[in-house]
């Protein structure tokens, strides 16, 4: 089967991305607006970008012809905070992904803590094993055809300033035991992955 991109429509192509490329993480994204009110969401297209610094990017469409909420929130802050996804809050996360009006707090909504954090104004979640504190480096602008019409999907890049890491999942090294942490992944719309079956492979020295 060949796919030529130029003759599929807006769901295929996202499915097409979003499934050859997997399994993404899903990152859960807690952000603070303007009138201080707290905001969380999911996001899939998200990867690490670099290590030193440590810069993660998330890609953050839009919806009815507007920013989404967590893009607003960002652009207002310079700042968000990552919270990793276990499988003991998917449910709870996948429903912050539901349409709330803006000034709507998700976490509340759905049973879970919003707490401060140490250096960044939006908040962390508890119940995530691991949060990752991040400041705003940049957002690239990207034009995409969305049902309602061409809007700027904002691919946004942060610069992880400090991690909390439940004693639970680090190491005595100062890591994080992905074995324990359990991360859940997507692999499809709706369809997630139990990736804990791992199995070690390095490239031979050539
Ligand atoms: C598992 C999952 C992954 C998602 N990934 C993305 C994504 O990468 N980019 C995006 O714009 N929306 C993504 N969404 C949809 C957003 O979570 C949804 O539009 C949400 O309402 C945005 O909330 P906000 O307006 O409060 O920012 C995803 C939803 C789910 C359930």
Same mark, same amino acid.
């Given at each position: 089967?060949?796919?030529?991109?130029?003759?599929?429509?807006?769901?295929?192509? @996202?499915?097409?991305?979003?499934?050859?490329?997997?399994?993404?993480?899903?990152?859960?994204?807690?952000?603070?607006?303007?009138?201080?009110? !707290?905001?969380?969401?999911?996001?899939?297209? *998200?990867?690490?970008? $670099?290590?030193?610094?440590?810069?993660?990017?998330?890609?953050?469409? @839009?919806?009815?012809?507007? #920013?989404?909420?967590?893009?607003?929130?960002? +652009?207002?802050? @310079?700042?968000?905070?990552?919270?990793?996804?276990?499988?003991?809050?998917?449910?709870?996360?996948?429903?912050?992904?539901?349409?709330?009006?803006?000034?709507?707090? +998700?976490?509340?909504?759905?049973?879970?803590?919003?707490?401060?954090?140490?250096?960044?104004?939006?908040?962390?979640? *508890?119940?995530?094993?691991?949060?990752? +504190? $991040?400041?705003? &480096?940049?957002?690239?602008?990207?034009?995409?055809? !969305?049902?309602?019409?061409?809007?700027?999907?904002?691919? &946004?890049?942060?610069?992880?300033?400090?991690?909390?890491?439940?004693?639970?999942?680090?190491?005595?090294?100062?890591?994080?035991?992905?074995? #324990?942490?359990?991360?859940?992944? #997507?692999?499809?719309?709706?369809? !997630?992955?139990?990736?804990?079956?791992?199995?070690?492979?390095?490239? #031979?020295?050539?």
């Amino acid at each position: 089967m060949k796919l030529d991109t130029s003759k599929m429509g807006r769901i295929e192509l @996202h499915d097409l991305v979003g499934t050859a490329i997997s399994p993404l993480p899903v990152v859960f994204i807690s952000t603070v607006g303007k009138d201080g009110t !707290y905001n969380a969401a999911p996001f899939a297209f *998200a990867s690490p970008v $670099c290590s030193r610094p440590p810069i993660i990017c998330i890609s953050i469409g @839009h919806r009815g012809g507007e #920013r989404k909420h967590t893009l607003k929130n960002i +652009e207002f802050s @310079h700042d968000f905070v990552i919270n990793v996804v276990d499988e003991a809050i998917l449910s709870r996360a996948v429903q912050c992904s539901a349409d709330y009006p803006y000034g709507v707090d +998700e976490m509340k909504e759905n049973g879970l803590t919003a707490v401060k954090s140490d250096l960044v104004k939006a908040p962390r979640i *508890a119940e995530a094993k691991v949060n990752l +504190e $991040c400041k705003l &480096v940049q957002i690239v602008d990207i034009l995409e055809d !969305y049902k309602d019409g061409i809007g700027l999907r904002g691919l &946004v890049m942060g610069e992880v300033l400090m991690a909390h890491v439940s004693d639970d999942v680090a190491t005595p090294e100062g890591g994080i035991d992905p074995r #324990r942490l359990k991360a859940v992944g #997507r692999i499809a719309s709706g369809v !997630y992955i139990r990736g804990w079956e791992t199995f070690e492979l390095k490239a #031979r020295r050539v």
